[in-house]
C-alpha cells in the first residue's frame, strides 16, 4: 500500500491507539506468564506495522472510507466433497474418531495393555459420541499411535476418510486434495511457511524511509493532524518520536540476532507478521522443520475484533486464548458470535467483516497465506 491511500484509507492517529493496544496486549501477555511458545507466534508489535505503513493486524480495517469497510482479503474457499481411491489416501490420525468405530476397529483390536492405554490417553470421549484427539499431542506421539493402528489394524486412510464422511466430521485438510496446495505439517493445524525475514540492511531501509517522514514533520500537513486539537497534535508527536526510536531499537535487535522479523511468506509481503524475540541470539533453524519451513501453529489462537464506531473512532474487543479447534467453536458460540451479532445490529460491521469473524482460524490462514 502506498503513502496516499495508507493516509487516505486509515487515519495515523487510529494507527498509533492501535499501537499503543497492541503493545498493551504484548505485555499483559507476559505478565501471565505465558510459555515462551506461546509468545513467540504472537504477531508484531503494531508499532512495527506502523513504521513500514502497514497494518497486517487489522485485515477487515485494511480498506475503508467514511460510508463502510471493504475486507478485500475476504477469499471464499469452499470444501469439496471428492471419492477417492482406497490406495490414495495415507493413514491418518482424524481429530475426532465416531465412538463405535473408535471401540470396535481399533480399540477392539489391539492386545497389548500398554498400546491400548497409550491410545486412550490421546484420544478421550467427548459427549458420548465421540473420542476428541488430544491438541496438544506431538509429531513424534503422533507417529506413535499410527504405528499402532497399523500394528493392530488393516485400516486405511480411505477408511478414516469414509468414517469422517458418514458421521459428518470434516476430513482434515491435510489430507483433502482440495488443499494439495497447502503445506501442513504434523496436524492440519500446523502450517509449514515459506518466510524470508528482514535483515539489517533491509530493515534499516525501512527505518530511514520513515524518519525522513518525522524528521520533515510531513505528517504535520496531512488533514487529519491540521484537524486534530492542540492535545491531540500534541499527543500524536510524542508518539510518532516515541516509534522511532522503538524501531531503532528493533533495529539493533535484528543485528545482534536477538530479534526476527518477517519480510515476505510464501513470497507474499508480509511484514512483520511473524516475530520471534529473545534476550539472547536465536537459532532460527528450532523454529523450522527439516526443510527449512517456519513451523507455524494455529493454536493458541487469540482473537481480538476491530471496528470503527459510529464516531469513526477506532474500537476493539479482545477474547480468551483458544487452544484447539473444539475451543474456539465453543468460544465462537458463547461469546464471539453474539457480539458479532450486536456490531451488526448496530451497523458497525458489514457482512464480510462478520463472516470473515466467523470463519475457522485456520481455513483463514490458509486464505492469508497460501490462496
Known sequence: MNKKSFTDSLSDEVLATIIDDTLNFKKTVKTRNISATLLKIVPAAAMIALVIGLV????????????????????????????LPADQIELFLPLTIEKTFFEEKILDAITDARDFDTMIIYYVLND???YTLDPGISGREINKLLECIRKYTDLTGDDMVHMCRNNGIPVPKNVDPAYAHVRFGATENILLLDVEWHTYDTYLEIIEEFKAVVESEEYKTWDWYINSSDAKKEWTDNRYNEYMKSSEEVLNLIKDGKFYYSKLINGKDFPGEITIEDTTPIDISGYNDENGYYIFKVYPHFTMIHYLDEYFEYQHKTFDWTYSKSDY???CEEEIKPYLDELMEKSLITQENYDYYMKDPLQRCIDLYFN
Open 128 to 130: 458420548d459420541r465421540f
Open 56 to 83: 497486517n493486524i487489522l485485515p477487515v480495517l485494511l480498506n475503508f472510507n467514511a460510508d463502510k469497510i471493504d475486507p478485500n482479503s475476504e477469499i471464499t474457499s469452499g470444501e469439496k466433497v471428492i471419492t
Open 329 to 331: 467453536e465453543r468460544l
